[in-house]
């Protein structure tokens, strides 16, 4: 099933430079394809990230173009990109930065790390410890980082686009329930069908190299200015009270099923309405459904929640679970 239907529908009167920044977007959606084949709803899903200054944790088995992925969009979006390789060695200053003696004024002066940026890269996270999962924490929660007590503040916007590979591989330690919560969205990048990975030869064999994204024919179709007239729109964006209530009514049926040992919190209820609101922007309208409700859902919420273990050896997942949510919490009309 895929997350995000189809973008369509007549554009909602609206202000120009909310116009522009939709118009941009799409454009950028389509600069990507350039490079990623069969994984739109992983770029839609960072797109809305973007919108809604929300980080995002992309999941999949390695050489599914994950790290493409997001260098693409950087490109495309004008936005300064960084990456951070997670290794088992990796310190917590190697991320965030920290004070080097100067030998000449005999001071120690704050070296930035590569979390100082507007899109980072976080590649294989959870192939490190986590004291150093943990140092992001404060970068993703408060946009800034504090080195021996003073705060510095983040460039605006930042995002965080963290890779890791499915739980079960080896060498890889699970992210904390606080750090997972932290993050907007969690998108799955599954391995592609025949036609689309026949189509991805085919471009290697026409000679792409997804180490020169510029010789692919990617280019800067939109910048930084684009996202905060398409945020700004996406503030202004209508709920109803009973769509309201439909949110908090999914939030909570989590927190009741009998599967799940933790349902989704508060944060989660808050993420669901942001990000259905930048949804319905993408699709032109100025007010949110309760489909866009649905089609964000399980994106949104597949992370917050933790089953319980013995239905987990049942073979029930939070997938299942979210479906059972979906098809029984009363829709609003």
């Not at 992309?58 to 390789?85: D, F, H, N, S, Y």
């Not at 945020?231 to 908090?248: D, K, Q």
């Not at 933790?306 to 997942?317: D, F, K, S």
């Amino acid at each position: 099933m895929t997350e995000f239907p189809p973008t369509g529908g007549s554009p909602a009167a609206a202000v120009v430079s909310s116009d522009g920044a939709r118009a941009a977007l799409d454009r950028v959606r389509a600069e990507v394809a350039k490079a990623i084949v069969g994984q739109d709803a992983a770029v839609t899903g960072l797109v809305i990230a973007l919108l809604c200054r929300g980080h995002v944790l992309l999941e999949g088995v390695p050489g599914v173009a994950k790290t493409l992925l997001v260098r693409a969009l950087a490109a495309a979006l004008r936005l300064e990109t960084a990456r951070v390789q997670f290794t088992p060695d990796l310190m917590p200053g190697d991320v965030t930065g920290s004070l080097v003696y100067d030998a000449r004024t005999a001071e120690f002066s704050f070296r930035e790390g590569p979390v100082f940026t507007n899109l980072l890269l976080a590649d294989e996270i959870n192939r490190t410890p986590p004291k150093t999962q943990a140092s992001l924490l404060e970068a993703m929660e408060e946009r800034q980082v504090s080195v021996d007590g003073k705060p510095r503040p983040l460039p605006s916007p930042f995002v965080v686009a963290a890779t890791q590979n499915p739980v079960e591989y080896e060498g890889t330690y699970p992210l904390p329930e606080a750090q997972l919560d932290r993050f907007l969205l969690k998108l799955t990048m599954p391995l592609p069908p025949r036609d689309v990975e026949l189509e991805v030869l085919a471009r290697h064999a026409a000679g792409f190299d997804p180490r020169d994204l510029a010789a692919a024919g990617i280019h800067a179709v939109a910048g930084p200015e684009d996202l905060v007239a398409g945020s700004r729109a996406v503030r202004g964006v209508a709920v109803a009270p009973e769509v309201m209530g439909y949110v908090v009514d999914v939030v909570r049926a989590t927190r009741n099923s009998p599967s799940l040992a933790l349902g989704v919190s508060p944060r989660g209820a808050t993420a669901l309405l942001a990000t259905s609101r930048a949804w319905a922007w993408m699709n032109g309208r100025d007010y949110v459904t309760p489909d866009d409700v649905k089609a964000l859902a399980r994106p949104t919420l597949r992370h917050r929640a933790q089953l319980r273990p013995e239905a987990e050896l049942e073979g029930v997942t939070v997938e299942s679970v979210l479906e059972s949510v979906l098809a029984t919490v009363p829709v609003p009309r």
